[in-house]
């Protein structure tokens, strides 16, 4: 079994209480995400900040919410004690908060963002519950929904339309997403499964290093908590910019 003393993510708190829902929400992951809703809704042309915070708020519903209550109920990896009813009450309240705001901002945004508003719930649903045989819960999957959805989806809510730039935004956080996984997914099975690790390195002048679990995560999540507050300060930047 593993180390029940190690905590399932660098960001998890003491399992009980609202440090449950702290955990439930993953902080750092959650403002690495919505950072995309903000770069691709400042990189249109005229960005509108009430139309960002609707935005922003959608999708804190959707992912912070709704996705992540839905993954914690598909067996409880960050064993939290909340049960499984209240996380499904919890994901059903997410999605509709964001499906409420979505179809609130139709009659300004038009009829293209009803395709986002079905898209979303899809995407949630799909990766988190792995529908469709699991197509969706991959590391491409993954990328696209958590990376380029949010970006395409922040652009089209400000300028109406898609085009080239918010083809190449949505590109740039795809791209993020998937190093992203890259990290996180060797860093949940070090933290989360493995129960020994045991080797050495034996470098040129011959001296041996020993190889134990935090020499293998460390530089894992160093890197998930450099990206995360990394991208969250630049799409801040970015909003001043654009919105002052």
Do not use: K
């Not at 003393?5 to 992951?29: K, M, N, S």
């Not at 042309?45 to 209550?69: Q, S, Y």
């Not at 964001?98 to 179809?103: E, N, S």
């Amino acid at each position: 079994m593993p180390d029940p003393e190690r905590r399932p993510a660098f960001y998890a708190a003491r399992a009980g209480g609202w440090r449950d829902w702290w955990t439930i929400l993953h902080p750092p992951y959650t403002a690495w995400h919505l950072s995309y809703v903000v770069l691709g809704g400042c990189l249109a042309p005229h960005p509108d900040a009430t139309r960002l915070v609707a935005t922003l708020l959608a999708f804190f519903f959707a992912v912070g919410v709704a996705a992540h209550a839905l993954d914690e109920a598909h067996g409880h990896p960050l064993r939290t004690r909340i049960p499984d009813r209240v996380l499904w009450l919890a994901a059903g309240a997410g999605l509709a908060a964001a499906v409420a705001l979505g179809i609130a901002g139709v009659p300004r945004v038009g009829l293209g963002l009803l395709a986002f508003i079905i898209a979303g719930p899809v995407l949630v649903a799909g990766y988190n519950l792995e529908l469709l045989g699991g197509r969706l819960h991959s590391d491409v999957g993954f990328a696209f929904s958590w990376g380029a959805f949010p970006a395409l989806t922040g652009y089209f809510a400000q300028a109406e339309r898609l085009d080239l730039v918010a083809l190449l935004v949505a590109g740039g956080t795809f791209g993020l997403s998937y190093a992203q996984r890259s990290l996180s997914t060797p860093a949940r099975l070090l933290r989360r499964r493995v129960i020994a690790v045991d080797g050495a390195l034996t470098l040129e002048d011959g001296t041996v290093r020993r190889i134990d679990d935090r020499m293998l995560l460390d530089p894992l999540e160093r890197a998930l908590r450099a990206l995360s507050w990394s991208m969250v300060t630049l799409a801040v930047a970015l909003a001043v910019a654009r919105l002052h």
